[in-house]
């Protein structure tokens, strides 16, 4: 029961933190788009969509955040197969 209750607060900590990015690259990059990736999509948290005053869509950059102790390698190559995917937007 205790597991279930920290692991619901996880889960909660986890999307108040995806917003807290999603607002903070918005304001740092006012030309950019910023698109969130919807919970249970596969992917990254969210993606900023790279603008200029001249051009649109320069470039994509995809964000992923995680709050853990030990950082595991093989997060890369899943989140590359996931963001390749995606790339067409």
Not at 38 to 55: E, L, M, W
């Amino acid at each position: 029961m205790q597991r279930k209750a920290e692991q619901g607060s996880m889960q909660m900590q986890g999307e108040v933190m995806e917003l807290a990015i999603e607002e903070w690259l918005a304001a740092q990059f006012p030309l950019d788009t910023i698109e969130e990736i919807k919970k249970g999509a596969r992917g990254g948290d969210c993606i900023r969509i790279v603008n200029t005053h001249s051009h649109q869509n320069c470039g994509t950059i995809y964000y992923e955040s995680k709050r853990i102790k030990d950082f595991q390698a093989n997060w890369i190559e899943k989140f590359k197969t996931t963001s390749e995917r995606k790339v067409q937007i």
